[in-house]
T-cell receptor, first 116, second 112 residues
């Protein structure tokens, strides 16, 4: 079983649909992240959750709504998306401590989202 | 803010050749991470570096944490076709919240 699991792997949705992406980490980490990766662009950080609290929202449009019910699960709720939102959405987790910055981040396999 | 410049942007090499790529920053990092991403997949951690000057190997991969803490290098020896992918450097932001800075990636293609 991989450390970070994302479902679904592929998703095609219409602009009026509502869908959710799910991420689950089995590493006992306390921080989780959503990244967007568009073709030929660097990874874009979207949201960061630490101990279930959202600590960063990187100016993401409100049509993306994250939810972190516990430290092992992270969701990204999608509604009224645009075709330019089509991308690979990656979840990651890491362990934070009170003494300093992060250690390694581990990624899921991603959800390939296509908005039609 | 902290940014990571990665070079080269892309490389085409023959199977069996050695590969070198690097990552530089205008500010210091306490940790350097190197990832590989294959098409349609998430990045996979290859090597993590924690100390300036540290040299770490993982099979045919060797990475070094620059002494100035502003750069890192990744070398791949005797490349094989499955080395194809995009290689990213990354590091945690020194101050503030829990955010990783990623380089723009080096796209590697290996010709058999």
């Amino acid at each position: 079983e991989t450390g970070v699991t994302q479902t679904p792997r592929h998703l095609v949705m219409g602009m009026t649909n509502k869908k959710s992406l799910k991420c689950e980490q089995h590493l006992g980490h306390n921080a989780m992240y959503w990244y967007k990766q568009s073709a030929k662009k660097p990874l874009e950080l979207m949201f960061v959750y630490n101990f279930k609290e959202q600590t960063e929202n990187n100016s993401v449009p409100s049509r993306f709504s994250p939810e972190c019910p516990n430290s092992s699960h992270l969701f990204l709720h999608l509604h009224t998306l645009q075709p330019e939102d089509s991308a690979l959405y990656l979840c990651a987790s890491s362990q934070q401590n009170s003494h300093g910055p992060n250690t390694e981040a581990f990624f899921g396999q991603g959800t390939r989202l296509t908005v039609v | 803010g902290q940014q990571l410049n990665q070079s080269p942007q892309s490389m085409f090499i023959q199977e069996g050749e050695d590969v070198s790529m690097n990552c530089t920053s205008s500010s210091i990092f306490n940790t350097w991470l190197w990832y590989k991403q294959e098409p349609g997949e998430g990045p996979v951690l290859l090597i993590a570096l924690y100390k300036a000057g540290e040299l770490t190997s993982n099979g045919r991969l060797t990475a070094q944490f620059g002494i100035t803490r502003k750069d890192s290098f990744l070398n791949i020896s005797a490349s094989i076709p499955s080395d194809v992918g995009i290689y990213f450097c990354a590091g945690p932001r020194i101050s503030g919240t829990y955010k990783y800075i990623f380089g723009t990636g080096t796209r590697l293609k290996v010709l058999a």
